[in-house]
């Protein structure tokens, strides 16, 4: 037999044993991500006690009082659920930066809907987000306060709001 023969049945055999059972395999794997059901399975989910200080609550509840009968509040939201993105094809990456931009409480009007007022912790964002928020929103005419967990000065709240 010559070397040619030898190097074709070589070849033949390394893409029948090696080459096709590798893409039938990618194949197949790409068939199950594709065709694989979302389904989530629910009963790992529980209720958390209390997931908030006394702190938090005692500020929560001056916000409301603040806020009563003239001003909605959002806690816990992102800067993604106040801002428009246009279209265009880096929408999605738009939509993932903004959501990463945490805003603590949102103080809405009742009267308008317009956002008057944005309190943020600083340390839920890192300092570029804290730098992008202020910017974005100020933008926007929107005041943002960066207080603590346990700061709240319902002074420099209403004076925010008056301004």
Do not use: W
Not at 1 to 15: H, L
Not at 18 to 23: A, D, E, G, I, T
Not at 97 to 106: I, P, R
């Amino acid at each position: 037999m010559s070397a040619s023969v030898i190097f074709s049945y070589a070849f033949m055999y390394f893409v029948l044993f090696l080459v096709v059972p590798f893409v039938l395999v990618t194949f197949t794997m790409t068939c199950i991500k594709f065709f694989k059901g979302n389904e989530f399975v629910n009963s790992s989910i529980k209720l958390k006690a209390n997931t908030l200080t006394n702190q938090p609550i005692s500020f929560v509840n001056k916000l409301n009082t603040l806020a009563k009968d003239k001003y909605n509040v959002l806690y816990g939201t992102t800067l993604d659920s106040l801002c428009d993105v246009d279209k265009d094809d880096k929408e999605q990456d738009a939509h993932s930066y903004l959501q990463a931009c945490h805003l603590d409480y949102v103080l809405v009007d009742n009267q308008s809907s317009a956002v008057k007022l944005v309190i943020t912790d600083p340390q839920h964002n890192s300092d570029e987000n804290n730098r992008f928020i202020d910017a974005t929103l100020a933008k926007m005419g929107v005041k943002v306060l960066h207080l603590a967990k346990n700061d709240c000065d319902v002074n420099l709240i209403k004076n925010s709001l008056v301004a």
